[in-house]
């Protein structure tokens, strides 16, 4: 379930920085009673940041596949056998 905390909780830096590290998750910052901002640990951004990478390639690998931009992995690999030598 995801953290929602006021804006005045930031105050408390050593508590929202220990909430961040434990919840290992995006925490929203409500301001007013509206959305505001969002907090989280270095480790939980670079995790987000590694999986959005790996879905952009993915997305552009099926696009691939859509358009036929392929090749047969078997021929790839007997072709390169054969420059190569091995």
Do not use: W
Not at 1 to 9: A, L, N, T, V, W
Not at 35 to 41: C, E, T
Request: aromatic letters at 6%; proline letters at 3%.
């Amino acid at each position: 379930m995801p953290q929602i905390i006021p804006i005045k909780d930031l105050k408390n830096t050593s508590e929202i920085s220990a909430l961040c590290r434990s919840v290992e998750e995006p925490i929203f910052i409500t301001k007013n009673g509206y959305g505001d901002m969002v907090i989280m640990s270095m480790d939980t951004y670079e995790k987000n940041m590694l999986l959005h990478d790996v879905f952009a390639k993915l997305d552009v690998a099926e696009r691939d596949i859509a358009e036929g931009k392929t090749k047969d992995a078997r021929e790839s690999l007997h072709m390169l056998r054969q420059r190569y030598g091995v």
